[in-house]
């Protein structure tokens, strides 16, 4: 059987083909101002690598905020239940699922099921998300990448007072005026993030073991202030932007078979 | 196709002529010689009424809610107040009413017709603030009374007189500035009247622990609107029994709120007005709000029954009591008021959630939805504690974020995609094509 998961987050498209339970494709696509067609052509793109057409895909589910978007999909699942199911299939111990993506962070309790037990979402603020962090490393004038690892350089704690992310980039100019290393201002900005995160997650409580996903799982100094601010460590899965797709197509498998 | 059978409420058309008549004789009232005055939803109302029957007040709540439900008039009120200076983390209704009082414009068309005199009592900050600018603003007469004695549980003698002297205080005030004698008869019939009012409600409230639900919390607003404009008045309490007949014989008849409902959910604190179509979302999913502590016990009056369930206060009338002096009425009026079921979380949002968990079991709950409403620190005072007392008894419970009045701080769409994932939570398929 082969199916597809289509995850329109608010910045990128994220596509997951499964074949006979196996990834075979994926693709990703910046989600752009056209969504519907950003979608097309990244379920193109995931069909080629897995070598299939797209008519060969019996069922596809899409997720996300602009899921509605997908003409091709024949249903639709939230992004908090792609994610509990795609994480709890990569990692069937998690029991508490962090998702911080460009725009939107969740908090989410699994069973060992996959089911949703609570959630929190973030509100509509942008600084517990990763277009801060993007946007306080353009402040500095360096790549995400290159903001992301001179946070664990840093070695001092400074507290960024700023609740939203406006404040914040004045604040940042302030620090870099008062000679501050760039190490510690990333570290700033990362523990800021981390806070925002970490006071969501508790909403739903901190059940071991914690998978961490999303494209912000990628940046190191995050990762390092959320932990600290949690007190634990987590397991981030490889291909961790993905697992929403993941969990799409997984719900896609269930849906062919008329189990839901 | 539908599972219960449906039907539009009898009691529609007249709660709506009640309600514009309300704001038509407030406006009118000076033409007939009569006094105007302002206050909260939760002000004393009976007293003024002892003034005379020609004396009419307009509550400051539900005349927010009004001029958030004109988006573009209620943004005009927020840019005027402020204009002004005034904090946009303020109070939104108070914020819309200073904002219709700044541009000299009524909700209901005309120019904002000034009061007399403010009276008002204070539990909420913002209350007591607010009517003291509108006092200062349109040079007018204020009294304020102090009702923070503490929760209901806990009143004992000394704090029941600390409400009532002031009451009597509040009295001689009332004649003083207004040059009336007061007249005791019209007061006790006001207390009466307060009590039917308020106790007829929460039957109404009452009677939607039926499966299925006979009212939708929707609809429930447009109705418990009412206590909040004058729960002193007759009109207004032989109405709530009218309501509550309706209501039972839809209970009896087994009509529906919402056709489908196979989804009990409740809600807290105010909606946000500007988008009550959050609720009609619900019924995509076969969901009804069957109300809320807010619906419920804002205005509605209950009490512990003997065997652990709640239910509708017994007034001092059921209970074969006569009210004949004017200290009798003022006792049984603050003790009325100081057991009202919404003041109880300003000392301790343990007692909330103990409501509202009594709700979710008697009620047959499925899911709550709490509103962290930016446009009330009083209502919203404590609301995590409550998502958290809520969520350790084992029921589900989501947020969503968003201002009662100001539509600037609600995003439908995130609300209603997070709607989305907790249907999904509770095991809800969406009924229509429409997803």
Known sequence: MITAGIDVGSKTIKVVILKDGRVTGRGMKAAGLEQAESATVCLRQAAAEAGIKESDIEQIVSTGAGRKAVSQANSQITEVGADAVGTVHVLPEARTVIDVGAEEGRGIKVSAEGKVVDFAVNEKCAAGAGSFAESMSRALEMTLEEFGQISLKS?????????????????????????????????????????????????????????????????????????????????????REYIGALGAALVAVERSKGNK | MAEYKTEPLKSWNKAKELRLKYYKEYQDAHKNGGLRWTGGAWSFDAIPAGLGRDVYNITGEPYGASLAFDKQLSKECMEAAEAKGWARDLCSYMRNYWGSMYLNKYAFGGEYPSPDFCFQDHICCSHGKWYQ??????????????????????????????????????????????????????????????????????????????????????????????????????????????????????????????????????????????????????????AVSIGSLYTFGLIGIWEDKPDGTWGPR??????????????????????????????????????????????????????????????????????????????????????FEGNMGDEREFDEKRVMARIDSFMETLGIDMLQKAQ
């Open chain 1, 155 to 239: 070695t001092r704690s400074i507290p960024m007072n700023a609740q939203c992310t406006v404040f914040a980039e004045s604040e940042v100019v302030s620090l870099l005026h008062a000679e501050t290393s760039k190490e510690d201002i990333s570290r700033a900005v990362h523990d800021a993030i981390a806070s925002r995160v970490a006071s969501m997650v508790r909403r739903v409580g901190i059940e071991q073991k914690v998978a961490l996903i999303g494209g912000v799982a990628y940046n190191p100094g995050f990762v390092n202030s959320l932990s600290r601010s949690l007190e634990t460590e987590f397991v981030i899965p490889d291909d």
């Open chain 2, 133 to 286: 600018h509108v006092a200062e603003y349109k040079k007018i007469p204020y009294f304020c009374i102090d009702v923070s004695v503490g929760p209901y549980e806990d009143l004992d003698e000394n704090r029941l007189m600390f409400v009532v002297n002031q009451m009597h205080e509040s009295i001689e005030w009332l004649e003083k500035i207004t040059g009336r004698k007061y007249q005791d008869d019209l007061l006790i019939e006001a207390v009466e009247n307060e009590c039917r009012s308020t106790s007829a409600w929460a039957e109404v409230c009452y009677l939607n622990m039926a499966k299925p639900a006979p009212l939708d919390e929707k609809t429930m607003y447009s109705l418990y609107v009412h206590g909040t404009l004058a729960k002193h008045s007759k009109e207004i309490a032989d109405f709530y029994e009218e309501l509550r007949d309706e209501v039972k014989y839809r209970v009896d008849n087994q009509i529906a709120a919402v056709p489908n409902e196979r989804c009990r959910l409740m809600s807290d604190t105010q909606p946000p007005w500007g988008f009550l179509k959050v609720f009609r979302y619900l019924e995509n999913f076969g």
């Open chain 2, 314 to 399: 017994t007034t001092p009338m059921q209970k074969g009591e006569s009210i004949t002096t004017r200290d009798q009425a003022l006792r049984i009026l603050a003790d009325w008021n100081l057991s009202k079921p919404e003041w109880q979380h300003f000392y301790d949002p343990n007692i909330k959630t103990r409501m509202m968990l009594q709700i979710v079991k008697q009620w047959g709950v499925d899911g709550v939805m709490l509103h962290l409403n930016r446009g009330c620190e009083g209502l919203s005072c404590g609301i995590m504690e409550n998502r958290l007392g809520i969520a350790e008894a084992g029921v589900p419970v989501m947020t």
